[in-house]
């Protein structure tokens, strides 16, 4: 990997439960607002639980024309959006690109489940009416590498493109890709991130079946609440968060804005269960040091951690112990928060929006909060900005994301110096 090539950012999007644009998500996240409420996109008289963090005010149609949004998943119609939102900030006009240019522009965007509603809606039809009478566009509109499929056929960019998948770390696995292949000169930048929109009664009903989801149906909105002795589960959130990737000269030559720049990462397996985090941490703490050691940083630099913290009583405790294994006195120095405590769990959408929220945190000094805290873990003994957001000055943020079969991700993002 060639130590000369800089990556940064210089474009972000974010469509999140709490704000459709990355400065609503932020002024949200600043405001300690939780995304939480009853479920209104379908009817959740069979589910155990009955409220998520939905998008709210999203509009595909807004972002793309009536015949494409039909013929997509709701997953790639987030996706899709948040790529033009994207391309608009970044300050990139595709029409005006060379052929030369938009080969050297790729697209890697995942997404943990894919097209999950148009699978439960045409599974239903096969079973009523037969398979002849399935939709042409079944496939395309569920398989998970097709809405980075559509952001290349949209923009025509032809670098590298594929959507890299491991549940709920899907996002940061496909920024780490994306930046590879700009360190390495393999692209001058690359369209990047997650979503998801698996709020419907099948991925509820497995989430449920899985003990995985909060069950606190009589307060929605205060069900989201990391590292409190009485969590009981995460909270589903759904949409999409897109970062454009850029080598440092590339940018600058183009006058490009640059939020952050992105200096290292880190990758582990707990090797340990399919769905629970190995208890003392071991898998996250190696990710991390991997991360820390290809970053060339120091554990007393890192400022600020954007924590998994899914609210989960295994997953909350682990990490936690992860950090104390990693930064030692330091981790007591260190600013943490989650903020899935506001947005709920985005699944493979949750590791771009969170690193929205670290870059957002670099640019602007402030520490996003932990929201619905009220009764300590003892086991849970960090400082992980309970309630509301705080100043700070953040030089070095990273980004942990984890998932299901042991899948864990650090992105270690620093303010951006020439």
């Known amino acids: ?12 999007a974010a469509l999140t439960p709490i704000g459709l644009t990355a400065q609503e998500y932020w002024d949200a996240m600043m405001n300690s607002t939780s995304g939480a409420a009853l479920i209104k996109s379908f009817d959740t008289s069979r589910v155990v639980t009955k409220f998520a963090c939905e998008l709210k005010g999203f509009d595909a149609l807004n972002y793309l024309d009536r015949k494409a949004a039909r013929r997509m998943d709701l ?6 959006s948040a790529a033009k939102v994207l391309i608009e900030d970044a300050g990139i006009n595709p029409e005006t690109l060379s052929s030369e240019e938009k080969e050297n522009i790729g697209v890697i ?7 999950i ?15 002849t009478r399935v939709s042409p566009f079944f496939i395309p509109m569920m398989i998970p590498d097709i809405a980075c499929g559509q952001i290349s056929i949209q923009y025509g960019f032809k670098g590298p493109n594929y959507c890299a998948v491991s549940a709920c770390a899907t996002a940061n696995n496909n920024i780490i890709d994306a930046y590879m292949y700009v360190k390495n000169g393999m692209a001058d930048a690359m369209v990047t991130g997650g979503s998801e929109a698996s709020i419907c009664e099948l ?28 969590r009981d589960g995460f909270v589903m959130g759904e949409g999409a968060g897109a970062l454009y990737l850029e080598e440092l000269e590339h940018a600058k030559a183009r006058g490009a804005k640059i939020y952050a720049e992105i200096v290292g990462f880190g990758l582990s397996a707990d090797a340990y269960h399919i ?4 208890p003392e941490g071991t898998g996250a703490s190696l990710a991390m040091r991997r991360a820390l050691k290809n970053a060339g940083l120091n554990t007393t630099e890192v400022d600020y951690i954007n924590m998994h913290g899914t609210s989960t009583d295994l997953g909350d405790i682990a990490e936690t112990k992860a950090i104390k294994k990693v930064f030692g006195d330091h981790a007591y120095k260190l600013s943490c928060s989650s903020t899935k405590s506001m947005t709920g769990h985005l699944l493979g959408a949750a590791g771009a929006v969170e690193a929205i929220a670290s870059i957002l945190a670099l640019k602007n000094g402030r520490i996003p909060p932990t929201i619905n805290f009220e009764t300590p873990d003892p086991e849970c003994d960090l400082d992980y900005t309970f309630n509301k957001p705080k100043d700070k ?15 864990n ?5 620093r303010k951006f110096e020439d």
């Open 1 to 12: 990997m060639s130590k000369d090539r800089r990556v940064v950012v210089t474009g972000i």
């Open 75 to 80: 997953y790639a119609q987030y996706a899709m």
């Open 109 to 115: 965007f995942g997404t943990g489940i894919g097209g």
């Open 117 to 131: 509603q148009t699978f439960y809606e045409q599974s239903k039809i096969n079973y009523t009416d037969g398979p």
């Open 203 to 230: 991925g509820m009903g497995g989430f449920n079946s899985a003990r995985a989801l909060s069950t606190r149906n009589d307060s929605p909105e205060t069900a989201s609440r990391p590292f409190d002795a009485n």
């Open 275 to 278: 769905t629970a985090p190995d």
């Open 393 to 407: 000055e953040i030089k070095v943020a990273i980004s942990n994301v984890f998932g299901f079969g042991g899948h």
């Open 409 to 413: 991700t650090t992105i270690v993002f």
